[in-house]
C-alpha cells in the first residue's frame, strides 16, 4: 500500500465500525435493531421488489472488469495488467470491450440479458479519499455535513418505515446462529448489557441514557430471536457462507424487506494487483451465482435487482509495484431478470484511456436514483435533493425495462 497513507487506515477504520466499539451507538441507532413488532406484514406502497446494494470497498479496478481489450491505449498504459484476448469474454454488443474471466457469470448474465453496466460513474469533484468517497456513496449527498443517515435509511423513514425494511448483513451476521452482529467480541458484550438490564430491571435511579440502551439491547434480543426462528429452515445452494449467503438467508425470512446492504473489501489494489484480482474476483462472482441460484430457489429472483459499485476506479495506467492507484470514473453494474441489459453511460474511449483516470460523466446518484423510482417504485427527490443540494439525474438510457 505504497503510497497511500490512508489506506494503511482503512482497514483499522473499517474494524471499528463494524466491531465492539460504539455499542450504545450502534443499539441506539441501529435502523434493524430500533423496533419490534408481533407482526411484519408487507410494506406499503412502491412495487415491493427487492433491491441489493453489494459495495466493493476500496476502489474496484473498473478497466481489469470490463476491459476495452482492442484499444491501444489500454494496454500501453498497462503492460503487465492489462487483459488481453483470452482473458476475458467479449460483449456480444460490443466485442472490442470484454467482461474478465473471473467474473464468468457476470459474463453469462450479460449474454441472457440481465446484466447492466453503466459506465464512467463517479460524483462532482472527486478526490479520491476512501474515507469521504465511502460517505459519500452511503450518505447520498455530496457536502457532508448535512446528513449522517444513509440514503437508504432515508427511504426506509420517508417511505416504508418498517423494522425489517433495510438489512445490513454485516451488522446482522449469521441469521441462523443468533442474529446479533457476529464480530470478535460483540457478543459477549452484548450478553453482558443483558445481564445488565436484567440486574438493574427495577431500578429507578437509572439514568435516561442508560435506560436508552438497555431497552435496545432488549430490542435486538427479540428482533435477533425473530431473525433466527426465520431463517432456521434456510438451506443454500452452495457451500460459500459470505455475505450474499447472509442475504440469501435473510430473504428466505419473508420480513418485508425492500433493502439488503452486502459489502466486500480488499479492492485498493496498489501492488500485486494480478494476485489479489485472482483472490477477490473469483470470491464476489463465485458467492453472487449462489446467491442468485439461492433467490431463484426461493421464488424471489424474478422481483430482485443487485447494484454492485465502489467509491472510485483506479488511474489508468498501472504503478511500479505492479499497481493501480486511486482514479475517479468507475462502472456500476445492474443484475437482475428486468433491468435493460447492455452498456450504459458513456462509452470508455481511447481520449478517456490517455487521462489519468476515467473522467466521471454519470453521477452515482442518478443510478441509485433509477433504482429508487422505476424498481422501488419511490420518488427519489426527498431522499437525495435534501438542504439543498441538487445532482444531474441524467444516465442516457432507462436502466429497467
Not at 211 to 235: C, H, M, P, Q, W
Request: proline fraction near 4%; include cysteine.
Amino acid at each position: 500500500m505504497s503510497g497511500c497513507k490512508e489506506c494503511q487506515a482503512l482497514s483499522r477504520r473499517s474494524f471499528l465500525a463494524r466491531s465492539g466499539a460504539g455499542l450504545g451507538a450502534l443499539a441506539l441507532g441501529d435502523s434493524l435493531l430500533r423496533f419490534a413488532a408481533p407482526t411484519y406484514a408487507a410494506t406499503a406502497g412502491g412495487t415491493g421488489n427487492i433491491l441489493v446494494l453489494c459495495e466493493l470497498a476500496g476502489g474496484l479496478d473498473a478497466l481489469s472488469f470490463l476491459a476495452p481489450f482492442q484499444h491501444a491505449a489500454y494496454q500501453d498504459r498497462r503492460p503487465q495488467l492489462a487483459l488481453r484476448s483470452s482473458e476475458v469474454t467479449p460483449l456480444p454488443d460490443q466485442p472490442n470491450m470484454g467482461i474478465n474471466n473471473q467474473f464468468g457469470f457476470f459474463s453469462q448474465l450479460y449474454a441472457q440479458n440481465e446484466l447492466a453496466i453503466v459506465q464512467q460513474v463517479a460524483y462532482p469533484d472527486g478526490n479520491g479519499s476512501h474515507f469521504e468517497s465511502q460517505d459519500i456513496f452511503d450518505l447520498g449527498v455530496r457536502r457532508l455535513g448535512g446528513t449522517s443517515t444513509p440514503w437508504y435509511e432515508r427511504l426506509r423513514k420517508t417511505y416504508f418505515d418498517e423494522p425489517f425494511g433495510v438489512m445490513n448483513t454485516r451488522r446482522i451476521g449469521d441469521p441462523q446462529r443468533y442474529g446479533y452482529p457476529d464480530t470478535t467480541g460483540r457478543r459477549a458484550a452484548q450478553d453482558a448489557f443483558g445481564r445488565l438490564a436484567a440486574l438493574k430491571k427495577d431500578d429507578s435511579s437509572k439514568s435516561e441514557r442508560e435506560k436508552a440502551i438497555l431497552d435496545a439491547y432488549s430490542r435486538i434480543d427479540v428482533n435477533g430471536a425473530v431473525i433466527r426462528e426465520r431463517t432456521e429452515n434456510f438451506t443454500s445452494s452452495g457451500t460459500a457462507r459470505g455475505e450474499f449467503y447472509r442475504a440469501a438467508a435473510l430473504a428466505s425470512a419473508d420480513l418485508g424487506t425492500q433493502i439488503f446492504k452486502v459489502s466486500y473489501g480488499g479492492f485498493d489494489t496498489h501492488a500485486s494487483q494480478i494476485t489479489a484480482n485472482e483472490r477477490l474476483f473469483p470470491r464476489v462472482n463465485n458467492e453472487f451465482q449462489q446467491f442468485v441460484t439461492d433467490l431463484r430457489n426461493l421464488g424471489v429472483w424474478d422481483r430482485t435487482t443487485v447494484v454492485f459499485y465502489s467509491e472510485f476506479g483506479r488511474r489508468n495506467f498501472e504503478n511500479g509495484s505492479p499497481g493501480t492507484d486511486h482514479g475517479y470514473g468507475g462502472h456500476m453494474m445492474l443484475a437482475g431478470p428486468r433491468v435493460n441489459a447492455g452498456l450504459h453511460g458513456q462509452t470508455v474511449t481511447t481520449s478517456d484511456l490517455q487521462r489519468n483516470s476515467l473522467p466521471y460523466y454519470v453521477d452515482f446518484r442518478a443510478v441509485f436514483g433509477s433504482c429508487i423510482r422505476d424498481w422501488l417504485g419511490f420518488d427519489p427527490r426527498p431522499i437525495f435533493e435534501i438542504n439543498g443540494e441538487t445532482y444531474d439525474t441524467a444516465v442516457g438510457s432507462a436502466l429497467f425495462r
